[in-house]
């Protein structure tokens, strides 16, 4: 979709939601009746209350739109979005364009949480979508409250509590490509002040992908998720214990189509010839793929977590403690994509985290005769992370990647003892985290605040990177190296807002707040070896917002806009030079743009919600940038936009509702999605890969009875089956192959990472 169609989208639905505002004078529903409660400042608030950029959804309305992980989460909040690319354990979770590749040692940029407790690991949160109550995403730094890993932001998930009433929920769903899906929960009352929730889901996935060279279907995965947890209150005193389990099982695959346009067709030809005729598939669009294809995925994750708090003259004293143990493990299968067998990857990877941390929140309104609230804390993070990576040379390596004179030496190394483990790589890692921090709001008038927050982190990180080459011509993907690697750090990060109330119903307020991310270790193997030069130093933010949080009509209509600049100082890259991924701090980048969301419910049984983000991504410096593919050397990136930015994203959705007789209701939810251009692949500035915007519509409509004791619902995402990719990827081995320079200097093969096609399914609920 070009720019103009965009900006004309965008138009028609803003000015639709105008329009619709000026009728929203009948049947409003009463205050307080729609309220949104977040827990972004670590107590309950008004989300209206709280002077952050904050997009929030509840379990109900998370049902209506079709949110089943944190994937979905993008086609519901703007400047959000997370991708898959490639492995299962490579997840990016990204807030205002900026993100980090997951299955590196590289700190993510969005902190991750779920019940309050950081999960270092974005792949590990995959598997945690289950029993939610309600999502948060916090946009801008949290380095306050949340720490040095929430530079751009934080995504909290919360899961449902156990409640004093017996109830339970059980839902069968069936969707197309053989997805078959059975969850619920089950809560029961032990005593007055004990009560237990268990929750479980489990489900069996075929995949949406043909494999045209072996007839196979892939994609597809086996998941097992439960959690348990059991609440006891005895007077002041709450303690809630949650334990659970994650595994899914499958074959790893994604569709990775080759574009053809990005070489020219005298490459092509040559390409095919060298494939004995054969073309991996370059129909982009559709579920079809030509490649050799024999994948492994094995993910599990457990862990245990105590929150214990006591209510003493006010005050809220709370210790929550936590263990997790994550481990994936995948055999890529071929990595060239090709219908020749060239290269296998096995990829290992194994998080241990704990982390413990003491609360300390004021009452909000008796200190100085309420003038002063304060929350503070002491946190304490500890992760062994480890990273095993191997190559194996497959029969068709030595005939596309290997010279002529080399050809008999390099077959024969692969049948010598150890030619299966061409390459060896271990890397392991500890990081130990310290950091207090405390956040005050003074209560200057009735209608004036003034908060400041500081906290001071300290890292200490201690890692070994091991790569054995045990079959010389595995040298073309990896080089020996054996370096210890080392880093303390410190820093002190600090907010400060104001926010006035004019009225009730209006919030304006100005922020300036910091983070940062820690600063580490290259994790990644490639030629040549890197040694020392493995060490990368700290990210830091520096961003400014004014925003305007407001509610019309007896709460019928909510209109939030938020302002922002974020400066990111020694933001750290992560590029692709062929063979092999390097981290360096690339020098400045600044991401300013607006974020404007609205809830409006004009009658009692119809809502609207939009959301539209504008992003204005460039690098104020990047001097020795990654050059593109095929041309040695650096260049300067100063002005280019940062990859997976695109300038807009936003969504629309209209939920309506009635009744069917005196024991029957009717729902019906449609939403549209949409984002503009981006580059979808390493910061190199390659026109090649630019992708163009899209929309996708899903909908979902339902029936049931009044007291909701069942549900029978038909949904469907992505309904107009746009073609899109989600990432891009150069060639594996593209100069050997001859994939370079052939549409102009500096080109190179390029493979689509197709997103999810058209879904649809159908599901029925019961409610006890």
Known sequence: MDRKRMFMLSGAVFVAISAGAASAQEAQPAQGENEIIVTAQKRSENIQDVPISIAAFSSAQME?????????????????????????????????????????????SVASFVDGIYIPRPGAVITSFLDISAVEILRGP???????????????????????????????????????????YINVPLSGNVAVRVAALRQWFGGYWHNRLDGKQFGGADDFVTRGSIKAEFGNITWLVRGDYAETRGDGGYNADFIASSISPAQLDALQARLGGLLPDTEIG??????VRVGDLRDRQWGVSSDLSLDSGGFTFRLINSYRDWTSSQIDGDLGYLPVPLVTRTGDYDSESQSHELQ?????????????????????????????????????????????????????????PGGDGATDLQFSQNVKSYAVYGQSTVHLTDRLDATLGVRWTRDEKRGLFDQKVNNPFGAALRATELTPLSLND????????????????????????????????????????????????????????????????????QANLTLYRMDIGGYQDRGFDGTSFVVRNAGSLRQQGMEFDVVMRPVRDFSVTASLAYLDSKFTSYEFGPNLPGLSGTQDLKGQRVAFAPEFTGNVAAEWRGDIGSNLEWRMNGNISFLSDYFSSVNDGNPQTIMDGFAQIGARFSIGSMDERWTLALFGNNLTNQSFCSSTAYQLLDGPLGLRNGVFPGSTAIRCIHGEPRTYGASATVRF
């Open 490 to 557: 410190s820093k002190v990060t600090w907010r400060a807002n104001l926010s006035y109330k004019p009225t009730d119903d209006l919030m304006l307020f100005a922020t300036y707040s910091t983070g940062y991310k820690s600063g580490g270790f290259n994790s990644g193997g490639g030629t040549p070896a890197l040694g020392q030069r493995r060490l990368f130093a700290r990210e830091e933010v520096d961003n400014y917002e004014l925003g305007v949080k407001s509610s019309w009509l007896d709460d019928s209509l």
């Open 142 to 184: 949290q380095g306050t409250l949340f720490g040095r890993n929430a530079s751009v932001g934080a995504l909290s998930l919360r899961t449902a509590e156990p409640e004093q009433s017996f109830s339970g929920r059980l839902t069968g769903e069936i969707g197309n490509a053989d997805r078959y899906k059975i969850d619920g």
């Open 64 to 108: 209506q739109a079709n949110i089943a992980d944190i994937a979905d989460l993008g086609r519901v909040a703007s400047n959000f979005s997370v991708t898959k690319p490639g492995q299962a354990a490579n997840v990016r979770i990204s807030v205002r364009g900026i993100a980090s590749s997951s299955n590196t040692a590289t700190e993510p």
């Open 286 to 291: 559709d579920r079809n793929a030509n490649f």
């Open 360 to 416: 300390i929140i004021s009452p909000s309104d008796e200190l100085l005769g309420g003038k002063l609230d304060f929350v503070a804390g002491l946190y304490y993070f500890e992760e062994d992370y480890r990273i095993g990576e191997g190559f194996n040379l497959q029969s068709g390596f030595c005939g596309l990647a290997a010279s002529a004179a080399q050809r008999p030496a390099c077959n024969a190394s692969l049948v010598s």
